[in-house]
């Protein structure tokens, strides 16, 4: 339910990003021609059966796989431990490089995949474990088995990790106001209208697209904060991948907070969201 929300909080499509969108789209016959350009961003989810060359694209004439059809948007994968291992697999380049090369006998293709890939999960098989509510009725082999199902290298990859407990009845019944999705809009295209001014002239649109070198520019620290960063490594063995991921966080929630630097508050916010490496990192 939060995952089919996420669109509708995304920035608005740039139409650099809106053409793109079409494009794919048409190639893979899916636009209607009365609506022309697309101007909402995807948002794809695959059923968890889907094989590797329909989640990254091929086909005698290559076409747009999943991955393809979701960029500038929103990849689902829902209950990520059912899909099979081999085609999550297939996503650990493109969530690095952005694109996908479909090669074929007489042809090369590349497709653009920027896109936001969302999953969601059990802790276990019964879904009970670490609940203050029900007792786990899984073995410790159950759950091992069934977490390596991820391998440790594409939860790496996974900026954000969030546990979400279960909600209460009265909670849900309470009547209490809550942000709607176009005041949280708001924020969010006020954070990519900075981060568009920031990098302007490197034609890319966010902190998700920043390289190594530019982090170093763009995401520095204080002393404080690295000395928070540098003791949340050597107390969560984080890997490098996640030391780049981390601060292009940080920064991100420095321009939702109108921040021009990246503060201890910033930094701490970022580290709270790898909680799969604090509680089942020796799992993975």
């Given at each position: 339910?939060?995952?089919?929300?996420?669109?509708?909080?995304?920035?608005?499509?740039?139409?650099?990003?809106?053409?793109e969108?079409?494009?794919?789209?048409?190639?893979?016959g899916?636009?209607?021609?009365?609506?022309?350009?697309?101007t909402?961003?995807?948002?794809?989810?695959?059923?968890?059966?889907?094989?590797?060359?329909?989640?990254?694209?091929?086909?005698?004439?290559?076409?747009p796989?999943?991955?393809?059809?979701?960029?500038?948007?929103?990849?689902?994968?829902?209950?990520?431990?059912?899909?099979?291992?081999?085609?999550?697999?297939?996503?650990?380049?493109p969530?690095?490089?952005?694109?996908?090369?479909?090669?074929?006998?007489?042809?090369?293709?590349?497709?653009?995949?920027?896109?936001?890939?969302?999953?969601?999960?059990?802790?276990?098989?019964?879904?009970?474990?670490?609940?203050?509510?029900?007792?786990?009725?899984?073995?410790?082999?159950?759950?091992?088995?069934?977490?390596?199902?991820?391998?440790?290298?594409?939860?790496?990859?996974?900026?954000?990790?969030?546990?979400?407990?279960?909600?209460?009845?009265?909670?849900?019944?309470?009547?209490?106001?809550?942000?709607?999705?176009?005041?949280?809009?708001?924020?969010?295209?006020?954070a990519?209208?900075?981060?568009?001014?920031?990098?302007?002239?490197?034609?890319?649109?966010?902190?998700?697209?920043?390289?190594p070198?530019?982090?170093?520019?763009y995401?520095?620290?204080?002393?404080?904060?690295?000395?928070?960063?540098?003791?949340a490594?050597?107390?969560?063995?984080?890997?490098?991948?996640?030391?780049?991921?981390?601060?292009?966080?940080?920064?991100?929630?420095?321009?939702?907070?109108?921040?021009?630097?990246?503060?201890?508050?910033?930094?701490?916010?970022?580290?709270?969201?790898?909680?799969?490496?604090?509680?089942y990192?020796?799992?993975?």
């Amino acid at each position: 339910m939060l995952a089919k929300r996420i669109t509708t909080i995304l920035p608005d499509l740039t139409f650099e990003e809106a053409l793109e969108v079409t494009k794919i789209h048409s190639i893979s016959g899916m636009t209607d021609n009365d609506i022309g350009i697309i101007t909402k961003r995807p948002f794809r989810s695959p059923h968890h059966t889907i094989s590797p060359t329909s989640m990254i694209g091929g086909g005698v004439i290559p076409k747009p796989g999943e991955i393809s059809l979701a960029h500038n948007g929103v990849l689902f994968l829902d209950e990520l431990p059912e899909f099979n291992r081999n085609t999550l697999e297939v996503l650990r380049g493109p969530l690095e490089d952005r694109n996908v090369t479909i090669s074929r006998l007489y042809s090369k293709v590349v497709y653009p995949a920027n896109f936001m890939l969302v999953t969601s999960m059990n802790p276990c098989p019964c879904g009970y474990y670490g609940s203050i509510e029900k007792e786990c009725k899984c073995s410790k082999l159950a759950i091992e088995k069934y977490l390596n199902r991820i391998s440790g290298p594409l939860l790496d990859r996974i900026d954000l990790h969030v546990e979400v407990k279960p909600v209460k009845y009265q909670k849900l019944n309470s009547g209490n106001k809550v942000e709607s999705s176009k005041q949280i809009k708001e924020r969010v295209n006020n954070a990519r209208r900075i981060q568009y001014l920031r990098y302007k002239d490197l034609n890319i649109f966010s902190n998700a697209e920043l390289t190594p070198k530019m982090i170093e520019k763009y995401c520095v620290l204080n002393e404080e904060c690295k000395k928070i960063l540098e003791l949340a490594f050597n107390k969560l063995g984080l890997s490098a991948r996640a030391y780049g991921r981390i601060l292009k966080v940080a920064r991100t929630i420095a321009d939702l907070d109108g921040s021009n630097n990246i503060q201890k508050q910033h930094l701490a916010e970022a580290i709270q969201y790898r909680s799969l490496d604090r509680k089942y990192g020796d799992k993975f």
